[in-house]
């Protein structure tokens, strides 16, 4: 046995945890249930509950499981008549004041008290005495309704908003038995987090304001599932009604990704599923107006007509320009539509950065790929590098992480950017400097002349890169705040910056991409180098907008909705063929109109912002006749003479695992081994971190 | 054993607040001589070979908390706990109005002895003009030499701050003081670790109660022997006890530790007012059990009480006389305490606002047969239950009124009334509790 | 031998020619139920005339036939529709489907609904067999509403 491990016996069962285990948790490994309200592994111990009383051997007293770290040869019983006794009395003393009103309550049938009062609770109560009051419901914010009454003050939103969120939103007011759950100056409770509290309360006092009285929670069935609102894919449960209605997402715990939270614009972004202009059937436009269709005429109209444009200009004059939301496997399969069907190199994907890397500077991108690094990898981290980038903006639980890693491991932080972003006050320096400098920065943070004649407000940042252990970068690379004629040197500066590190340091970059699957969208090429040789092509669309091109495929992307200019180019096409979810300004000018599933409504993978391929599977039913995009593309290629023979996804996927550079091998060929966590894919950088 | 002043030398020269007096007297005599002579262990030494023991209630031996710092650190402090909410006890409140320079010079070679260089004096809120005049002292002190940077022209200095709480009994725990003293709302703190190892802003703290510290320069002047000569052999030195009620002559009395309560009552306090009889009395504050009249021959020092069923505390008497309600002081007193919950922990919160309405329905006739078994049944299911002890001081008289007291419980409860009413005996006891 | 049987066959006859019918004339004749008839579905008021109702699904969540349809709503609290936060905006029963086993009385935590002793239920579409609020509730307490206004 090594030093740093210690025996314990709990009800007879001995087991052997790391030293300063906390006795709940180590009680947990071996299947002992000890009750907790107050206690939460994210949050650490507070012991104000007083539920998981426990009889240790030798101690006068009952003592907290949640608040006791374990030592040697500890005995520890947990069914003991004290505690059993003290268990009822705690059960007691939380309902005395309780409102009992479970039937009206959105947390009754999935509530902690009411699972542990049934377990471990008096069957009656001995209180004759008046109730305390409260006004009910507050409207903390816009997402969260509280009810005093049913609180029971075991303070875990407090110690989130302080802790893990630290915005301190959420406070305890008052004193004693009256005390209650507040915010400073009943101000609202505005957060990028607030959804969060609502799975951490133990009973129903803080609920969501959006689903308030929607549901019961046991008519809803879960289905495993990855956020489609950011690249950094945290996992969720889809919960779903009747198999038709989506309900809530919840968090699903993944220590590799999200550490167990979920932001608010993942949590309660889930409208889109269920939303009535969802398009039901083919659309084609007839004498200027889209009309419902069958996929055969809307897949007859699509073929004859691409095949003429391709007889006419060759088909590299039909441009796919795919959505970087779709699945890795309706990505992979339109790729191949084009380039094995219908023979078309220009493809891309939008939105994405706009600029382009040219062969000569394939190097900068390798250099950045070889040092991407996984989530998880800023826990380990001993500095925290922001290079012109927001995590809270762009994938908020990174925010979490950073500031879990900065709080937990003594981590630091250098916040080198335009402007200050909320991480900033967190920083341990801050490095600011106009858009148009900031090559010049990075490059003069190491450059030796630069280094002596820098001024004072490098030293800061500097002298922490030049600091020892393992160092994270994370980057946004379509650099919002830099301008466009910039942001090419600022990808290539960046990648200098890892080069120079490197001799010293363990080095990886975390790059915030922007949509969800964009890093797929680029690993199967669907970013493909285009006649010039560069690496990343001019984007397609601004391409689109110089006439280039005769017909387009839009999968899923709507750039018309955002590119000035793009309507009249699209109008001028021959012809437009559009896959959406409902009828986006694009696919308003298009010819034919395919109508999706989205993410709930199929199985499939995605690849997050650090390559994890993480499975979702299908939660409800698509509306009317929408299909999966892969399902589509493949029933469309039946009409080329190279047709794809796709019969599921998981032959895309097997096809995947066998066929790209750096999946081939890690991947899977089921979806079943992949796994409800997900899988880490061409992880160079992670290794090269090792 | 009988009266003996030390600690309160103001009797004797009512003008020892001004520094010119204190120090005529001997004062900062004990400071210089351990600032020149004496290494910060020794100090230590001394203080725990007096066996001087914590004057706050709990009595723990003040040298070995102060032994129990860490072997290195840079940083600690040292905190005065002035916060005297207890009710019935006014002890500080005198040594500090009338002899500050004593508690001054007390923290100064506390500090000294823990090599911290910032005192502070946590005082209740309450105590405004206190403050005020702490404050004043301290500014002589700082004038004279004896306050700040390179006292006595030695490498040590040490800062003195006065520092007003709110309003709140629970900062009167230790570790709820450290918050309070930070700036946070006061809540008791998760232990260990111990203020000792990580206390104020995170560095090794000692608390230690105003009469504790007045100890201590009389300690280093005159040896740890002489403190022993007074008091008994396990509680050595003198106490000053407060006593209320309807007694002639109400006030602190300054006794050596093994005085019997009956000197405390006759002698000092001139006996009951109105030739009325003794009920029952409280002999350390709201939080320790009462005790029937009779028990009168019991020592004032920390073993007799428990062995009498109660605790000696800060040595704060509350008398009731024979015509006082016992369930309506018990009122009062479970009033107090519910008020005064500060809300952490679910068995105090709402422990303590349960007995509260219970106490209050058999006050008010609305008793049961089956209540006084509910509330001792609610007092055990909170005694060593809470997150601090103030959750068992919130118990501790139930069920001492109930074993002492139960037939006028069930007097109350059978005739559906108090049987007390009007309340002419308690009024003083509701001044003291603030609750009136 | 043949004589025998007839005669056994009019003993019969006879013995029950005299006997008052056991069959009634139903609808003019009415029969007496017994107590605990469960029968068409009843949704009850307080004395104030509030639904007693509150939407919380127990009697949907018992229900083996799954012939409840309910979608809660918040009360308006200057205006509420039943006592509490929380009432049913849609109540609808499928009589059709149910098999009048009174699983949702049993489940009912306010006792808001009872199975009636009324068993004459017909239409000629089977739409007109769904049951919402307006065929189960019993009327306002006209004396309730005088007292309220």
Known sequence: MAEDRVHVTIDGAQTEVPKGTILWEAAKDIGVDIPIFCYHSKLGPVGVCRMCMVQVEGMPKLTTACTTTVTDGMVVHTRSPEVEKAQRGVLEFLLINHPLDCPICDRGGECPLQDQTFQYGPGISRFVERKRHFVKPVRLGPTIDLDRERCILCWRCV?????????????????????????????????????????????????????????????????????PHCPMGCNINIDVRDAQEVIRFRSRTNEAVDDGWLCDRGRFGYDFIGSPDRLKTPLIREDGTLRPASFSAAYRLIAERLQRVAAEAGPHSIAGIASPRLSNEDLFVFRRFLRDSVGSESIDYWPRPEYSIDSGDSAALQTL?????????????????????????????????????????????????????????????????????????????FLAAAREAGSEEFAGARELLDGDGPVVLLYDDSFPDIPQERRRDALLSLAYMVDNLRERRQVGVIPLLTTSNEMAARDFGVMAPNDSGSVWGEPLVDRLLSGDYRAALFWGANPVGTVAGLTEAVEALDFVAV????????????????????????????????RRVQVFSEAVPAPGMARPDWQML????????????????????????????????????????????????????????? | MAQKTVLFKHLEQPEIHRLDVYRDAGGYGALRTAVNDLAPAEVTQMVKDSGLRGRGGAGFPTGMKWSFLPKEYDTSYLVCNADESEPGAFKDRELMERNPHQLIEGCLLAAYAIRARHAFIYVRGEYLAIKELLDAAIEQARQAGLVGERIFGKDWGCEVSVYRGAGAYICGEESAMLDSLEGFRGFPRLRPPFPAVRGLYGKPTVVNNVETLANVPHIVANGAEWFKSTGTEKSPGTKICSISGPVNRPGNYELEMGTPFRYLLEDCAGGMAGGKSLKAYIPGGASAPMLPGDCQDVGIDFESYPAAGSTMGSASFILFPEDCCIVFA??????????????????????????????????????????????????????????????????????????????????????????????????????????? | MAFLEFARGLKVTLSTMLKPPTTIQQPEERRVL?????????????????????????????????CIYIEAAENDPNNPVSAGERYARIYEIDELRCIFCGFCEEACPTGAITLEPVFEMSDYERGGMIFDKAILLDPPRPQAVAAET
């Not at chain 1, 109508?595 to 199929?602: G, I, L, N, R, W």
């Not at chain 2, 219970?358 to 909170?382: Q, S």
């Open chain 1, 159 to 227: 110690r989130f908003t302080s802790e893990v969120a630290e915005d301190n939103k959420l406070i305890l007011v008052d004193r004693g038995s009256e005390s209650f759950i507040g915010t400073f100056e009943a101000e609202p409770y505005v957060s990028n987090f607030s959804g969060n509290v609502i799975e951490l309360c133990p009973v129903g006092a803080l609920t969501s304001h959006k689903q308030r009285f929607t549901f019961r929670p046991w008519e809803l069935q879960q289905h495993p599932s990855i956020c």
């Open chain 1, 369 to 445: 790929d070889s040092a991407l690094t996984s989530i998880d990898r800023i826990d380990s981290a001993a500095l925290i590098v922001l290079i012109a980038a927001d995590p809270s903006e762009k994938e908020p639980v990174m925010e979490l992480r950073i500031r879990s890693a900065l709080n937990k491991r003594s981590a630091q932080l250098v916040d080198i950017g335009i402007h200050d972003v909320p991480l900033s006050g967190k920083a341990s320096a801050v490095l600011r400097f106009a858009p148009d400098q900031i090559d010049g920065v990075l490059r003069g943070l």
């Open chain 1, 579 to 610: 896959s959406e979810l409902r009828l986006s300004e694009t696919a308003g000018l298009a010819d034919v109109v395919l109508p999706a599933s989205c993410f709930a409504e199929k199985v499939g993978t995605v690849t997050n912002t650090c």
């Open chain 1, 634 to 690: 493949v029933e469309l290629s039946q009409r080329w003479d190279n047709p794809l023979s796709y019969a599921s996804p998981e032959a895309i996927l097997a096809d995947i695992s066998g066929s790209v550079p750096g999946y081939a091998g890690r991947l899977p060929t089921s979806y079943r081994r992949v796994g409800p966590l997900g899988v880490a894919v061409k992880g160079g950088g992670v290794e090269a971190a090792e």
């Open chain 2, 330 to 436: 018990q009122l009062r007193i479970s009033e107090f305490f519910s008020h005064e919950s500060c809300g952490k922990c679910t068995p105090c919160r709402e422990g303590s606002r349960w007995l509260r309405q219970m106490v209050e329905r058999i006050e008010e006739g609305g008793g049961r047969e089956e209540d006084l078994p509910i509330l001792l049944d609610v007092t055990d299911n909170m005694v060593g239950k809470c997150f601090c002890a103030l959750g068992d001081f919130a118990t501790s008289n139930i069920v001492a009124s109930i074993r002492h007291f139960r037939h006028e419980y069930e007097q109350h409860i059978r005739e559906r009334r108090c049987p007390f009413r009007p309340h002419p005996a308690a009024e003083p006891l509701l001044q003291i509790a603030g609750v009136a």
């Open chain 3, 34 to 66: 017994p107590e605990r008839f469960r029968g068409k579905h009843a949704l009850h008021r307080y004395e104030n005339n509030l639904e007693r109702c509150i939407g919380c699904f127990l009697c949907a969540g018992a229900c083996p036939a799954e």
